[in-house]
């Protein structure tokens, strides 16, 4: 027996926990990259709200400017409290 799939609600789509993981996966895999790379990535995953993927993944946007061809994304730091 195969345990019930689990899902997150990203922006209004649901999403599997497996296709996050997918996700996470590829995304770390070009941590730093751009993020229109990113978005990409994501996109090409069938999400439709990439942006709000990418928060709730724990990614974040580093801007420089005001330009988006030059944000990247790196994985948010965890500080303990």
Not at 11 to 32: C, E, H, P, R, Y
Not at 34 to 54: C, K, Y
Request: proline share 4%.
């Amino acid at each position: 027996m195969h345990p019930a799939a689990q899902y997150r609600l990203i922006g209004m789509q649901l999403v599997s926990d497996g296709k996050l993981s997918i996700i996470t996966k590829k995304l770390k895999a070009v941590n730093g990259c751009a993020l229109s790379t990113a978005l990409q990535v994501i996109e090409e995953e069938g999400i439709l709200s990439p942006e709000t993927t990418l928060e709730a993944l724990g990614f974040v946007v580093e801007w420089r400017g005001l330009d988006p061809d030059h944000a990247t994304i790196r994985k948010r730091s965890s500080v303990l409290r």
